[in-house]
């Protein structure tokens, strides 16, 4: 375990390092999200009320998009001359790459959050009437149900022809649970019309289930031809 | 000393049985059966689509076979020996925004290899290269880039190295240090393979020279002459 760990945190650093030096990810994460926020703001004057029942929608919309750009990058950097077969032919244990590309990517969707939100507020004039204190809770889980499930599936379309096209069809269906969570209770929390209890469980049980299968089964995805 | 009969056999380092690796209807390896024994140099030769470097990759456990098994150091289970490897690729498996000693600097921690700033430094002196070098590998050569690419492989102080096509855009004189070190090192006691298109490099220095066509080892032969002459 402790060897996971220790090679999960260098293949962590390094990936934060390379990110830094090429700003592949945030840059375009954040070009998208801007895009979305901006645009939407054109086509649509809401009300206050009404920003914040559509806001749970648009927020995670944008940072499901972004989401797929980066986690596309996190494998492209691991194909470009071939550096994941040094990996592959290493004692390393796969569960350590896995895991330091989860944490990298929620690294880069938070810091995308981070920036992102304020914007939010501004364009939307959101407040909210509900316990804002879960929002942060909300935001970490459902980042974490994104970027485990796209990291998990954004390997196993790497060596496909179109893999761009890939990921989104085989992230998109199975994170709609934990979708439909997190827009309700970013709803519940920004209206107060309703707790958002029970939706914040279901994204930690869908969190915990999809993180031990995919470290499971991310072996043979790695060692697959 | 004791009659050569009498010398216990020496157990080969590689052992290939009826190797066969099938890419959809194309069969890139049909029935490889080869032993390869412990500290010698093999220069693998071919025409290009003979099966050589997916002869490497299968030895490297990159390439799972078709049918038939490979044994590395007397086992089955590649995985296990994978710490005992130094594999080099025709792509150079290197990071391309960072330097060499940083690049160095993660394979040894995925080898928990001790030691790992002094160890990094030496291998990349003894590649010829600077360790010092702080620009990225982007940016360097090609030659350079193969340079350390090998200097990778080295980096785990492996049994076996598994090497394709190293001299590949490296000009000749550093090819002939790349041969003089590989040389040392199979009289270290390493056994090496190399996949190579300039097999002349290797006269004088390659124990055996093997030629491969059609995805079978058709002649294996200590002397370079007589395998070209009997292709």
Redesign the interface.
């Known amino acids: 375990m402790s060897?996971v760990a220790?090679?999960a945190r260098?293949?962590l650093a390094?990936d934060l390092?390379?990110e830094w030096?090429?700003k592949d990810a945030i840059n375009s994460m954040l070009f998208f999200s801007l895009l979305v926020v901006v645009i939407f703001s054109f086509s649509f004057d809401p009300t206050a009320e009404e920003s914040r029942r559509i806001a749970g929608g648009l927020v995670w919309v944008a940072f499901l998009f972004a989401a797929v750009v980066a986690l596309n990058q996190t494998w492209a950097?691991e194909m470009?001359?071939?550096?994941l077969?040094?990996?592959?032919?290493?004692?390393?244990p796969p569960n350590a790459l896995f895991l330091a590309k989860v944490i990298g990517n929620f690294i880069f969707v938070t810091v995308l959050q981070a920036l992102m939100t304020p914007l939010f507020i501004v364009f939307y004039n959101l407040r909210a009437l509900g316990p804002a204190y879960q929002l942060p809770i909300v935001a970490a889980l459902g980042t974490w149900a994104l970027v485990v499930n796209g990291t998990f599936f954004a390997a196993m379309s790497l060596r496909t022809r179109s893999r761009e096209i890939m990921l989104p069809l085989l992230l998109f269906p199975i994170s709609i649970p934990a979708l439909l969570a997190m827009v309700e209770a970013t709803g519940a929390i920004l209206t107060g019309e309703f707790s958002a209890r029970f939706w914040i469980v279901l994204l930690a049980a869908y969190d915990l289930v999809f993180t031990i299968a995919s470290l499971f089964l991310f072996g043979f995805v790695l060692?697959a031809? | 000393m004791p009659p050569v009969s009498d010398l216990p056999p020496v157990s080969p380092a590689v052992s290939v049985t009826g190797l066969v690796k099938q890419f959809g209807r194309f069969a890139a390896l049909r029935g490889v059966s080869a032993e390869f024994a412990p500290g010698r140099l093999y220069a693998i030769l071919g025409d290009n689509g003979a099966g050589k470097t997916t002869l490497l990759r299968a030895m490297?456990?990159?390439?799972?076979p078709t049918r038939g098994s490979i044994a590395m150091l007397g086992t089955t289970n590649l995985?296990s020996v994978?710490?005992q490897?130094g594999?080099m690729?025709h792509?150079?498996?290197?990071?391309?925004?960072?330097s060499g000693m940083?690049n160095l600097g993660?394979?040894a921690?995925?080898?928990?290899v001790s030691n790992k700033d002094q160890r990094c430094a030496d291998v990349i002196r003894a590649v010829k290269l600077d360790p010092s070098l702080t620009r990225?590998v982007g940016q360097y050569s090609q030659g350079m880039r193969q340079r350390m690419s090998l200097a990778?492989a080295l980096l785990n102080d492996p049994k076996i190295l598994l090497l394709d096509e190293p001299f590949s855009n490296v000009d000749v004189r550093s090819a002939r240090e790349m041969v003089s070190l590989l040389r040392g090192l199979r009289d270290a006691g390493k056994t090496i393979f190399v996949v190579t298109h300039q097999a002349s490099l290797l006269e004088g220095a390659a124990d055996e020279f093997i030629w491969m066509e059609a995805g079978q080892i058709v002649s294996r032969t200590p002397d370079l002459h007589t395998t070209l002459e009997t292709q």
């Open positions: 060897t220790s090679l260098a293949t390094k390092r390379l030096r090429s950097r470009r001359n071939q550096v077969d040094a990996y592959r032919v290493s004692p390393a060692q031809e | 490297a456990g990159l390439t799972p995985r994978c710490g490897l594999y690729a792509p150079s498996l290197l990071y391309d925004e960072m940083e993660y394979f921690r995925l080898y928990d990225p990778r």
